[in-house]
Antibody
Framework: EAQMIESGGGLVEPTGSLRLSCEVPGFTFSTSAMAWVRQAPGKGLEWIAT????????YYAESVEGRFSISKDNPRNVLYLFLRRLRADDTAIYFCARETARGLESWGLGIPVTVSS | DIVLTQSPVTLSLSPGARATLYCKAS??????LTWYQHKPGQSPRLLIYDSSTSVPGVPARFRGSGSGTDFTLTISGLDPEDFAVYYCRQRSVWPRTFGGGTKIEV
């Protein structure tokens, strides 16, 4: 299975916005649920959002609900995460992952997001 | 939300030793519990799903067990490549949650 690759990360000021992308080659993207997971410096993994295959249903962690939104472009095989009203505690490595009936089976390499003035 | 509490936080062992990791849920998740291995600078890797089923390609020394609120990941005979952080995650209800992780170190 080809590697998923995230992009769009970087340095952003508090209250700013960012859009992360995850290119997903190879598998049947349009029928695959996808997720974003992050890891803050020195911390553990945190699930933050999932979208179903058809992109009709989304789920969010309380820590990002109302600020982040997950979407997928099925024809282009791209997963997105829109990050708004960013805070210092959103600083993390953000991973995209494919969620199957087994769990988070395929992962991207991760992309860093730093929120700082 | 379901809180997953992993113990111990750190496990100091030698290669060849047996590692036993615990994951306790704040309420029942049935068998909807997965285990992941995460090494620094790498992507996490799914090891076990449905509490006790190994993902194809995962070495037989990794064994998951448990149901309801109490789960165990056992690694029989640690290989040097097994030194990493291990996380449990429940897939029973939304929001999905991870445990805080157990680090296996030398």
């Amino acid at each position: 299975e080809a590697q998923m690759i995230e992009s769009g990360g970087g340095l952003v000021e508090p209250t700013g916005s960012l859009r992360l992308s995850c290119e997903v080659p190879g598998f049947t993207f349009s029928t695959s649920a996808m997720a974003w997971v992050r890891q803050a410096p020195g911390k553990g993994l945190e699930w933050i959002a999932t979208i179903d295959g058809s992109a009709t249903t989304t789920y969010y962690a309380e820590s990002v609900e109302g600020r982040f939104s997950i979407s997928k472009d099925n024809p282009r095989n791209v997963l997105y995460l829109f990050l708004r009203r960013l805070r210092a505690d959103d600083t993390a490595i953000y991973f995209c992952a494919r969620e199957t009936a087994r769990g988070l089976e395929s992962w991207g390499l991760g992309i860093p997001v730093t929120v700082s003035s | 939300d379901i809180v997953l509490t992993q113990s111990p936080v750190t496990l100091s062992l030698s290669p060849g030793a047996r590692a036993t990791l615990y994951c306790k849920a704040s309420r029942s998740v049935g068998t909807s519990l997965t285990w992941y291995q995460h090494k620094p600078g790498q992507s996490p890797r799914l090891l076990i799903y449905d509490s006790s089923t190994s993902v194809p390609g995962v070495p037989a020394r990794f064994r998951g067990s448990g149901s309801g609120t109490d789960f165990t990941l056992t690694i029989s005979g640690l290989d040097p490549e097994d030194f990493a952080v291990y996380y449990c995650r429940q897939r029973s209800v939304w929001p999905r949650t991870f445990g805080g992780g157990t680090k296996i170190e030398v």
